[in-house]
């Protein structure tokens, strides 16, 4: 049985999406989550029955937690002096990654403590972060303390903004599962072994998302779509940068951004200050999965400008690009992370430099004024992501 641990359970998209693949498949399961999930990705009842069924690790009652501490030397012997050295004394990032290791640690010896007393009812064979920072740090330790096999995905700001402990995880893992070269060679430079890498991207269901027959652009404004959380990794700023540029060259558009997110108010107040009104709506609430296909037929060019963060976050590989293509719109995104190993610049949508306002908009004026390429690159992209992108065909690996 694989134990996942994940920070907030299904309230990320991609951890129901995969959990439900593993389950198909016969492999049996148990949902571990750091804290209950607030923001619903699916609507569902699989969905609702795995939410409910999540094991929460958060609060844990003080005298509860000093009890399991106590008892950890004794209930795991050397591993739990091992491991508490490294808390102690193992390589980190700072002081805040010593600190927050330490009460993961002590965290771990509780989780694994109950985890030891149910094995007979729900063996450890394996357990799993889905991303690798604080729930990594207690899947870590957790493993450590049992004895049994710990391996991890990584994604973004895990990697990079709330990197902790990293470079012991990969020593510490058997396998890591990597969403695109570009985390492989992350790995690699951070002591990975070739054997412990295995790239398994983060797909789709590609059956929830098939294009819809969209009118002649002849006569109409050209909608051009873009979704997300609204966070400055996505780079809608920039979107509506670029859109003002369009503007000024005449072209008739309408661009929608869907989502919510702290940085609904600046964005509002950007479109404001542009001029925008009339070109540049946000719809103010977040897309369920169940809800994305509608959105996606609505427009007739998807974008995500996504960039690096100031405070270090970034997008891996955005699911929503997948979405999009699946549904047949022509892909403008950003040379960042994984995304190259989506869109194939020129061939199955385009890329360009992340931050630039003017480069995206030349992109999507073409793409606007060349309707035929517009369709040639949307086929070719929605076959990339039903051929390599799949979720049942992607996660083979895993």
């Given at each position: ?28 399961v148990v949902l571990h989550s750091m804290r209950p999930s607030r923001q619903k990705f699916f609507s569902s009842e699989w969905a609702k029955e795995l939410d409910r069924s999540t094991r929460v690790i958060y609060p844990v009652p003080p005298l509860a937690l000093a009890a399991s501490v106590a008892a950890a030397p004794f209930l795991f012997g050397g591993r739990f002096f091992a491991a508490l050295a490294n808390a102690l004394f193992g390589k980190r990032e700072n ?304």
């Amino acid at each position: 049985m694989i134990h996942y641990i994940t920070p907030i359970g299904i309230g990320s998209a991609w951890v129901g999406n995969e959990i439900s693949v593993v389950q198909r498949a016969g492999i049996p399961v148990v949902l571990h989550s750091m804290r209950p999930s607030r923001q619903k990705f699916f609507s569902s009842e699989w969905a609702k029955e795995l939410d409910r069924s999540t094991r929460v690790i958060y609060p844990v009652p003080p005298l509860a937690l000093a009890a399991s501490v106590a008892a950890a030397p004794f209930l795991f012997g050397g591993r739990f002096f091992a491991a508490l050295a490294n808390a102690l004394f193992g390589k980190r990032e700072n002081l805040r990654c010593r600190v927050a290791g330490i009460w993961h640690f002590l965290t771990a010896c509780h989780w694994a403590r109950g985890l030891r007393r149910n094995m007979a009812a729900e063996p450890v064979n394996l357990i799993h972060s889905q991303w690798i920072h604080s729930g990594g740090t207690i899947g870590m330790y957790g493993a450590w303390l049992l004895g049994v096999p710990f391996s991890f995905t990584g994604h973004a700001a895990d990697l990079f903004r709330e990197r902790c402990a990293l470079e012991d995880k990969v020593r510490r893992a058997e396998s890591i599962i990597c969403i695109s070269t570009f985390h492989r060679d992350l790995y690699k430079k951070l002591g990975a072994r070739d054997e412990q890498l295995h790239i398994v991207y983060c797909g789709i269901d590609v059956s929830h998302f098939v294009p819809r027959p969209r009118p002649p652009r002849e006569g109409r404004r050209v909608r051009i779509l873009s979704s997300g959380r609204l966070v400055e990794k996505k780079g809608f700023a920039h979107l509506v940068d670029a859109c003002r540029i369009l503007a000024d060259r005449g072209i008739d558009f309408e661009c929608v951004i869907g989502g919510d997110g702290p940085l609904e108010k600046p964005l509002r107040e950007q479109v404001a200050r542009l001029g925008l009104e009339d070109r540049v709506s946000l719809t103010g609430k977040p897309l369920t999965q169940e809800e994305l296909p509608s959105f996606m037929h609505g427009g007739d060019i998807y974008v995500l400008a996504c960039v690096w963060a100031s405070d270090g976050d970034v997008d891996g590989l955005p699911q929503m690009l997948m979405e999009a293509m699946a549904c047949g719109l022509p892909a403008v995104s950003t040379r960042l992370v994984g995304i190259p190993d989506l869109i194939e610049d020129g061939k199955s949508g385009v890329l360009v430099e992340p931050g630039d306002p003017k480069a995206l908009a030349d992109a999507l004026e073409t793409l606007i004024r060349d309707e035929h390429l517009s369709s040639t690159l949307a086929a070719a992209g929605e076959r990339r992501v039903r051929e390599r992108f799949e979720i049942e065909a992607a996660l083979q690996p895993l």
